[in-house]
């Protein structure tokens, strides 16, 4: 049987000294936390708009760099359309993946999975909901 023994410190406690701890100004830390996580004014208020279905403020700079899509410039745009938009972002569907669900499927397959969405008992309401629109999923039997 092996007996446990204590390491043993070759230097003695008083002679380790700790690195001393440095301050950061207060401002820095701001600074720093700002540059980090905040977002600008207007690309609040667009997340705002698109989630409301308003329309979207078409901010020049985000327009240059390709941040906003040609459909949400689009002013010919139906109401039916914004009105799916917000509806796709109100149950937590990305911007982007909205977007293409809206581009590549038929209004009327959108609408009917979001009708059926709620008789589904979804764990991931957002997830199902993409699934059933790409796939077609049919009818849910509670429905029938």
């Known amino acids: 049987m092996r007996s446990k023994h204590i390491p043993v410190i070759e230097q003695?406690?008083?002679?380790?000294?700790?690195?001393?701890l440095r301050g950061v100004p207060r401002d820095r830390i701001i600074e720093?936390?700002?540059?980090r996580y905040a977002k600008t004014r207007e690309e609040v208020e667009r997340q705002i708009a698109?989630?409301?279905?308003w329309n979207v403020p078409q901010d020049k700079a985000a327009h240059e760099i390709g941040q906003i899509s040609k459909t949400e410039i689009s002013d010919a745009e139906?109401?039916?359309?914004?009105?799916?938009?917000?509806?796709?972002?109100n149950v937590g569907i990305a911007s982007e993946q909205t977007?293409?669900?809206?581009?590549?499927f038929e209004a009327e397959r959108i609408e009917k999975?979001?009708?059926?969405?709620?008789?589904?008992?979804?764990?991931?309401?957002?997830?199902?909901?993409?699934?059933?629109?790409?796939?077609?999923?049919?009818?849910?039997i509670q429905r029938k």
Not at 78 to 89: A, S, V
């Open 50 to 53: 698109e989630i409301n279905g």
């Open 113 to 140: 999975q979001l009708q059926w969405l709620p008789f589904r008992h979804a764990r991931n309401p957002s997830a199902y909901l993409v699934a059933a629109i790409v796939g077609d999923y049919e009818e849910p």
């Open 99 to 104: 977007e293409y669900l809206l581009s590549h």
């Open 12 to 20: 003695p406690l008083n002679e380790i000294k700790p690195e001393p």
């Open 78 to 89: 139906t109401p039916q359309l914004k009105e799916l938009r917000r509806r796709l972002l």
């Open 32 to 35: 720093y936390s700002r540059n």
